[in-house]
């Protein structure tokens, strides 16, 4: 008894420090330059590690379409052309988010789900006898933005109870890793949508930091003032080269102003 004990001790030790070690590479991918697509990728091979993830779902709840998008699909039967409308409660991703709570179904609890109506057949895709389905909310602090799930079509005792704490565990630093990346993603496309109207402007512009040394121009500038951007970057708009020397109170009190407000010139 004292040689199986320690045994067990070693064992779920051993487990601990691989989910541990989960938690670090998936936060250390979140923090480098990856795409989501990467991201996923990442997410499923480490999650591999401790849990098996032959049939692997990632889905998210996107409010602005009313929709959840199955945004990485690792699937033996199925393909991930499956989108469903939010708020029916017909699939069991779409019940994981209603409800938000983890749920563990063989076929047989899938069928009492579909009598009771809260499933619907024609939305779950292939269902084979010994399927067993493993799902958790994906949670940013309190808010649903998604579900995680796997699942087996041939091994319907695959997964237990332990199996739901260990991907319930680490489906807070899945959902924070995705919610990192997708701003980040937003802010990119931010950034590029920035950088396409500045430069296609049709007036001359510069971008300034708070000290009003320039940091970039479009090309309209270069027309206007014949300056490009290794002649011009890291100078000062109060040097005079922009503006006659007369003018320059003048235009340190609108760069003032405009640090704070918007600027209409007369």
Same mark, same amino acid.
């Given at each position: 008894?004292?040689?199986?004990?320690?045994?067990?001790? $070693?064992?779920?030790?051993?487990?601990?420090?691989?989910?541990?070690? *989960?938690?670090?590479?998936?936060?250390?991918?979140?923090?480098?330059?990856?795409?989501?697509?990467? /991201?996923?990728?990442?997410?499923?091979? !480490?999650?591999?590690? $401790?849990?098996?993830?032959?049939?692997?779902?990632?889905?998210?709840?996107?409010?602005? %379409?009313?929709?959840?998008? =199955?945004?990485?699909?690792?699937?033996?039967?199925?393909?991930? @052309?499956?989108?469903?409308?939010?708020?029916?409660?017909?699939? /069991? #991703?779409?019940? *994981?988010?209603?409800?938000?709570?983890?749920?563990?179904?063989?076929? &047989?609890? $899938?069928? &009492?789900?579909?009598?009771?109506?809260?499933?619907?057949?024609?939305?779950?895709?292939?269902?084979?006898?010994?399927?067993?389905?493993?799902?958790?909310?994906?949670?940013?602090?309190?808010?649903?933005?998604?579900?995680?799930?796997?699942? +087996?079509?041939?091994?319907? %005792?695959?997964?237990?109870?332990?199996?739901?704490?260990?991907?319930?565990?680490? +489906?807070?630093? *899945?959902? #924070?890793? $995705?919610?990192?990346?997708? &701003?980040? %993603?937003?802010?990119?496309?931010?950034?590029? !949508?920035?950088?396409?109207?500045?430069? @296609?402007?049709? %007036?001359? /512009?510069? =971008?300034?930091?708070? &000290?009003?040394?320039?940091? =970039?121009?479009?090309?309209?500038?270069?027309?206007?003032?014949?300056?490009? /951007?290794? !002649?011009?970057?890291?100078?000062?708009?109060? !040097?005079?080269?922009? =503006?006659?020397?007369?003018?320059?109170?003048?235009?340190?009190?609108?760069?003032?102003? +405009?640090?704070?407000?918007?600027?209409?010139?007369?």
């Amino acid at each position: 008894a004292g040689v199986e004990g320690i045994f067990l001790d $070693i064992t779920e030790r051993k487990q601990n420090e691989k989910l541990q070690q *989960v938690l670090y590479n998936i936060s250390k991918a979140a923090n480098s330059l990856i795409t989501l697509d990467q /991201l996923y990728k990442i997410i499923h091979e !480490e999650l591999g590690n $401790i849990i098996n993830t032959t049939n692997f779902h990632i889905a998210l709840l996107n409010k602005e %379409e009313n929709r959840i998008h =199955y945004d990485y699909f690792f699937d033996e039967k199925d393909n991930s @052309s499956i989108t469903l409308e939010c708020d029916n409660v017909g699939s /069991l #991703s779409a019940h *994981v988010i209603k409800t938000g709570q983890p749920l563990l179904v063989n076929r &047989k609890q $899938i069928n &009492k789900m579909i009598e009771r109506g809260e499933l619907i057949l024609s939305h779950l895709g292939t269902l084979t006898e010994e399927i067993l389905w493993l799902g958790v909310p994906l949670k940013i602090e309190c808010e649903v933005i998604g579900t995680m799930a796997v699942l +087996s079509y041939t091994n319907s %005792e695959l997964y237990s109870e332990k199996d739901i704490k260990i991907i319930e565990f680490v +489906s807070g630093q *899945v959902a #924070s890793a $995705i919610d990192r990346v997708q &701003k980040e %993603e937003a802010l990119q496309k931010s950034n590029q !949508e920035f950088v396409s109207l500045f430069n @296609s402007c049709p %007036e001359a /512009l510069l =971008y300034t930091d708070k &000290k009003s040394d320039i940091l =970039y121009i479009n090309p309209r500038f270069t027309e206007v003032f014949g300056y490009t /951007l290794d !002649e011009i970057i890291g100078k000062n708009t109060d !040097e005079g080269m922009i =503006y006659p020397k007369e003018n320059i109170d003048e235009e340190k009190y609108y760069t003032k102003k +405009s640090l704070n407000n918007f600027v209409e010139y007369e």
